[in-house]
């Protein structure tokens, strides 16, 4: 069975902190993803990788960075966290299908 | 441009009446279409792909090119299908790279 797992369910954060969102899967998938998912717009593509060191920009990268050190690992990192960065974060890796962490709410005050 | 439209943002049904959520797409070239389902407190799961054409907890859907459309069907509802459901489409590169739709909330009274 195939495992994704995000580091936190759940998170609060101050406008202006630097905050870091891990993904971790152990399945070997080479391409891993960060959705983050609004009620009414639904699954956002921010970035995604598809090797080790490499990452590519989705739809809305913008105030959003990755790094991808290791195969299994991918980070999402907010720079400079902002209210309008309050939502949910998905993580998924794929092989031939997508396979979907259980999410990170991110609350920014 | 690529798109995905679910027109309905809430379907409301009774239990053992038919179902049908629509997703329409826009995309130059041939995708493959997914039906993905997120039921509550539960992560996001794949339903079926066009590619597979089997029916999954009663579900089937049918590409329809003619007029780019992916409606997930399923003929007599069960609560216990109430949960969200999204359209997305895949080009058919490597990277299967996900364009989702807004999503449809399906609940089932009973």
């Known amino acids: 069975d195939v495992k994704v797992t995000q580091s936190s369910r759940y998170l609060v954060k101050r406008t202006g902190e630097k905050v870091f969102l891990e993904c971790v899967q152990d399945?070997?998938?080479?391409?891993m993803f960060w959705y983050r998912q609004d009620p009414g717009l639904g699954l956002r593509l921010i970035y995604f990788?598809?090797?080790?060191?490499?990452?590519e920009k989705g739809d809305i990268p913008e105030g959003y960075s990755v790094s991808r050190e290791k195969k299994e690992r991918f980070s999402l990192i907010l720079e400079s966290a902002s209210t309008n960065q309050t939502s949910m974060y998905l993580c998924?890796?794929?092989?031939?299908?997508?396979?979907f962490g259980p999410g990170t709410r991110l609350t920014v005050t | 441009a690529q798109r995905v439209t679910q027109p309905e943002k809430l379907l409301s049904v009774f239990k053992g009446a038919p179902v049908e959520l629509k997703c329409n797409y826009s995309?130059?070239?041939?995708?493959?279409l997914f039906w993905y389902v997120q039921y509550s407190r539960q992560r996001l799961q794949l339903l079926l792909r066009?590619?597979s054409r089997e029916s999954i907890k009663g579900f089937t859907a049918d590409l329809n090119k003619g007029e780019t459309s992916f409606h997930l069907k399923k003929p007599f509802a069960q609560e216990e299908d109430s949960a969200m459901y999204y359209c997305?489409?895949?080009?058919?590169?490597?990277?299967?790279?996900?364009?989702f739709g807004s999503g449809t909330r399906l609940l089932v009274r009973p």
């Open positions: 998924a890796s794929s092989q031939n299908q997508q396979y």
């Open positions: 399945m070997d998938h080479e391409n």
């Open positions: 990788s598809y090797d080790v060191k490499m990452k």
């Open positions: 995309y130059s070239g041939s995708p493959e």
């Open positions: 066009h590619i």
């Open positions: 997305a489409l895949s080009g058919m590169d490597s990277s299967y790279k996900l364009i």
